[in-house]
């Protein structure tokens, strides 16, 4: 992984004039417990969604369907009211 603190980046601000500078320590680490706060977050709420229509899926397999597309729907729309 590169030190990206210790880089001095370029850039052109509003006015034209070319600045350089090193990136601030705070927005690095600040920007990667963001990062891994989001991934986190995205990836609880698939498992969660998994499991609900795993659970749903196993009731009405046992409570009975007449079709598939019945179970689908009823899967569809137990995930999304929870």
Do not use: P
């Amino acid at each position: 992984m590169i030190d990206v603190e210790k880089q001095t980046y370029t850039w052109k601000n509003d006015k034209g004039k070319t600045v350089s500078a090193k990136m601030c320590h705070t927005y690095v680490i600040e920007n990667l417990e963001t990062t891994m706060e989001n991934n986190a977050i995205k990836y609880l709420i698939i498992i969660i969604n998994y499991v609900i229509r795993t659970v749903v899926s196993l009731i009405m397999a046992y409570c009975g369907c007449d079709t598939e597309s019945i179970k689908l729907q009823f899967v569809t729309n137990v995930v999304f009211v929870c």
